[in-house]
């Protein structure tokens, strides 16, 4: 039984950086995809970053592409994701979420797919 708990956030100015962490307790990691999801007041969940169980490189939105990793730490047991140049557009909820998937190479960002969610924590881009 997975349980996640993202920590991280908070008030950043623009062009700042954070990284979120979303902790796992139960189990590992190692059989999960994994995303960060983001949603703003008045807009849909936007499927921000996914890393597969055995991806290396992470799935990204295009308004995050180039500033935004996803990672794991070699434990298995936290997904981080590190945000830079933040822009005052990330400022959003920010949720991690799973789904079981032991061999898959790929992931998708629809938040459809994943059943296991964390509480979300606010990210907020201002000067």
């Known amino acids: 039984q997975l349980h996640l708990m993202e920590s991280g956030g908070g008030l950043v100015q623009p062009g700042g950086s954070l990284r979120l962490s979303c902790a796992a307790s139960?189990?590992?990691?190692?059989?999960?995809?994994i995303a960060w999801f983001r949603q703003a007041p008045g807009k849909e969940r936007e499927g921000v970053s996914c890393i597969s169980a055995r991806g290396v490189n992470g799935n990204y939105a295009d308004s995050v592409k180039g500033r935004f990793t996803i990672s794991r730490d070699t434990g298995k047991k936290t997904v981080y994701l590190q945000m830079n140049n933040l822009k005052p557009e990330d400022t959003a909820v920010y949720y991690c979420?799973?789904?079981?998937?032991?061999?898959?190479?790929?992931?998708?960002?629809?938040?459809?797919?994943?059943?296991?969610w964390g509480q979300g924590i606010q990210v907020t881009v201002s000067d």
């Open positions: 979420a799973t789904e079981w998937s032991p061999r898959s190479i790929f992931c998708v960002r629809d938040y459809g797919h994943y059943k296991d």
């Open positions: 139960g189990t590992t990691l190692d059989y999960y995809t």
